[in-house]
């Protein structure tokens, strides 16, 4: 492995690594450049081959990286000669393969385990493809080439030339040794001119194949560009950007906190030296209003593989257990201590997996409000619920279980929800309007003290099977509204 190869390894992984090598054997052809533009235009970060391959981006960044350097370099000749007439003068044969059966003739002019990728994929449905063999390939014996070299007369001949059809005309030119050499894909450096003198235009000309470079903005779900530099963010809260590497953008401003000093946990700051949570932009969060205003004797973070697991301790009382996921975002938080959960409280925390607060009471407003990745919610001892509790965006929650809850304020859980099953909370007295609309799936309700429910309570549930709840109990409009057995309910007031 080159020495740029083993860079891009370093600091955005292996699988990027291998994407470099193979989409960009070009750029690979100048030591050091590849190293460069990475570094230029992407923050160090071992997920960024995944993020371009789950939005189907490869090709855009492929495209993207050309872009950044002139990838034209040469004043290509015009010709009237077709391609089969230059190529002849080059001592070559020209072949376009039109079905699969075609492209594995050409299998027989490669060693084994040589081969190229061509000829185990559907090629033909995502390039256009050509073969050029030398008239006297049959002379030119691969046991004469004991130390390969890519552009040796071997290498060179069988070659592939390829492009790509999705309206770049994108060009490769691989050898016949295939990864045997370095960069085989950027064989005569991808340049048709470079086999001869006017081929590009040729091509233009004759086939229709001109090369462009898509002209378009390159933009990735949950990166910010700053100042022609991607990063990759875990939160954006008031045009403020928390980075996973402990990297904060504010104003176009990027921000470094030092690892030794401070953990930057989505959008929270804990000062490891201090013992305290920060918040930016007099942001509120119930959570950090808790963690700031107790006597924290101890600070330690441990390391779980990818993971964290940072072990708080306070001079009273048991100790807070926040584990990380590796970007740094909560994903679990154990606290026997709170009981009184203030608003905001892990508003924007949307990947808290396991939460674990079994002497919680009271939970203010907009408690878990973005959070899409609990699954499973058990609050023991909490009586009041405030307004906007999981209403953000669609959450993931299946169960709810609050044997002690009083009351549940308006908008909880009315987020579009395709999840929850399952709501227990027997000691139930009052619902707030719109709260549970957009639930639709939710088959279980039991709330067998309930007093008054709000307007547009289950707005728009079709899947309620169990429903517990008084004769008397004071309903609003538009409670259960397209529920194909809505009237029945109204009448009953029992299960179905």
Excluded: W
């Excluded at 939005?55 to 050309?66: A, G, Q, S, T, V």
């Excluded at 040729?202 to 990063?231: A, C, H, L, M, W």
């Excluded at 079709?462 to 109990?473: A, T």
């Amino acid at each position: 492995m080159n020495q740029d190869l083993k860079l891009i390894k370093k600091h955005y992984g292996e699988k990027m690594m291998h994407l470099c090598r193979k989409m960009l054997p070009t750029i690979l052809e100048t030591e050091g450049l590849l190293p460069s533009l990475m570094f230029k235009n992407f923050e160090f970060n071992h997920d960024l081959y995944d993020d371009l391959k789950d939005n189907e981006l490869l090709d855009e960044f492929r495209n993207f990286m050309y872009k950044q350097v002139n990838i034209e370099p040469f004043l290509y000749i015009d010709t009237d000669k077709t391609p089969e007439e230059l190529l002849d003068e080059a001592g070559y044969i020209l072949y376009e393969c039109h079905s699969e059966s075609e492209i594995q003739s050409f299998k027989r002019y490669y060693k084994k385990e040589e081969e190229i990728c061509t000829f185990k994929t559907h090629r033909l449905d995502v390039s256009r493809v050509f073969f050029a063999i030398k008239k006297d390939v049959n002379q030119i014996k691969r046991e004469d080439f004991i130390k390969p070299s890519r552009q040796d007369l071997y290498g060179t001949s069988v070659i592939s030339i390829q492009f790509k059809k999705d309206g770049t005309n994108f060009l490769t030119i691989t050898n016949r040794y295939n990864h045997r050499v370095r960069n085989p894909d950027a064989t005569f450096s991808s340049n048709l001119d470079n086999i001869i003198p006017g081929l590009t235009k040729s091509f233009e000309k004759y086939y229709g194949i001109v090369q462009t470079i898509k002209d378009r903005e390159f933009d990735i779900p949950n990166y910010v560009n700053i100042k022609g530099k991607y990063y990759k963010y875990n939160n954006e809260i008031g045009n403020i950007y928390y980075c996973p590497n402990n990297i904060i953008i504010k104003n176009e401003e990027i921000i470094k906190y030092p690892k030794e000093k401070y953990i930057v946990m989505d959008y929270f700051i804990l000062d490891l030296q201090n013992k305290k949570i920060m918040l930016l932009d007099e942001m509120e969060d119930g959570f950090a209003y808790n963690i700031n205003n107790i006597n924290i004797k101890n600070i330690m973070v441990v390391n779980e593989n990818l993971d964290k697991k940072i072990i708080i301790t306070p001079d009273k009382g048991d100790e807070i257990i926040i584990k990380l996921n590796k970007d740094n975002q909560i994903i679990s938080i154990k606290d026997t201590n709170i009981i009184r959960g203030e608003n905001y409280f892990l508003t924007y925390c949307r990947n808290i997996e396991h939460l674990e607060l079994p002497n919680l009471e009271i939970l203010g407003d907009d408690a878990l409000y973005d959070n899409t990745a609990l699954k499973e919610l058990e609050l023991p001892k909490v009586k009041i619920i405030g307004k906007n509790f999981m209403a953000g965006e669609e959450t993931a929650l299946k169960v709810f279980r609050a044997p002690m809850l009083d009351i549940l304020y308006p908008y909880a859980f009315c987020a579009l929800n395709s999840a929850l099953e399952v709501l227990d909370t027997p000691k139930l007295r009052a619902i707030g309007f719109m709260a549970l609309k957009y639930n639709t799936v939710l088959k279980v309700f039991n709330a067998p003290n309930l007093e008054s429910i709000g307007d547009f309570v289950l707005f728009c549930n079709e899947s309620l099977e169990e429903l517990n709840i008084p004769q008397n109990v004071d309903i609003g409009m538009s409670f259960l509204d397209y529920h194909p057995h809505r009237d029945e309910i109204l009448e009953s007031r029992r299960a179905i």
